[in-house]
């Protein structure tokens, strides 16, 4: 994991993974204290003028300030994406009158190839995929090279196969009974399943006694968020991703 670096009021990391896809320099901003304005347009200067102008900046933050939405719109920054950070907790409550009507397994490694034709060909909800300035077959190999390395790090997987086929998928982190989910989908042209699937994986972590379920969500994805709120999941929080990319090129 890459040092955290600072520049006045603005905490940032170099991201390399993202780097060779995107043929760019590319930098994650991870806090921004916006207490004084001109200090933070400042701190942003510093930070573009300290790389070259070949460069893509991103970071997400509360989307309700408005003085820091200034401060970067200011400065050449948009928002690509809201995302929403949502919570389950009470497992034992929520789910009393909802009963899992699938079976899922738990997956392996091999597994991973059909995780990633899905999330490679169906999604198109990301902080990349919104982006209007990336090429869409970037976004799509960014998701791949992330499913990879999920692969890499032994992820939890949950998995629902019709046929041999693999249907719908659910990658997860579990941590002293709070539970990360990270990333899950269902095939195109299977969407109907998704709400029998997520019925199935919050029963699942049920019986292991979870305690808290929590996700970031695309808020464009309107289907999905449907399923998380009838499930009983409720926004904690509301992000915009600012993304700066050098003269506002299209990456492809």
Do not use: C
Request: aromatic share 14%; no cysteine.
């Amino acid at each position: 994991m890459p040092n955290k670096l600072q520049i006045g009021n603005l905490l940032y990391r170099e991201t390399p993974w993202d780097s060779p896809i995107f043929k760019t320099r590319t930098i994650e901003l991870l806090s921004f204290e916006t207490i004084d304005e001109q200090q933070s347009i400042t701190s942003v200067e510093k930070l573009i003028n300290k790389y070259d102008t070949d460069l893509m900046i991103y970071g997400r933050f509360p989307s309700d300030d408005n003085f820091l939405k200034k401060n970067l719109m200011q400065l050449g920054f948009y928002i690509a994406e809201y995302s929403a950070i949502i919570e389950l907790s009470r497992l034992d409550k929520k789910l009393d009158k909802i009963k899992p009507r699938i079976e899922i397994a738990e997956g392996g490694k091999n597994d991973f190839d059909d995780v990633k034709d899905i999330a490679n060909r169906d999604f198109r909800f990301t902080r990349f995929h919104e982006d209007p300035f990336i090429d869409i077959s970037l976004a799509n190999k960014r998701l791949s090279f992330w499913v990879e390395d999920l692969k890499d790090k032994n992820t939890d997987l949950l998995i629902y196969r019709q046929k041999n086929e693999l249907l719908s998928f659910l990658l997860y982190e579990n941590k002293n009974g709070i539970v990360d989910l990270i990333l899950a989908g269902s095939k195109d042209g299977y969407g109907y399943i998704s709400p029998y699937f997520w019925s199935s994986f919050l029963h699942y972590f049920r019986e292991l006694g979870v305690k808290k379920i929590r996700t970031r969500i695309s808020l464009s994805n309107v289907v999905i968020t449907n399923i998380y709120l009838s499930f009983g999941f409720s926004i904690k929080q509301v992000d915009a991703d600012y993304h700066w990319i050098s003269l506002n090129k299209k990456l492809n």
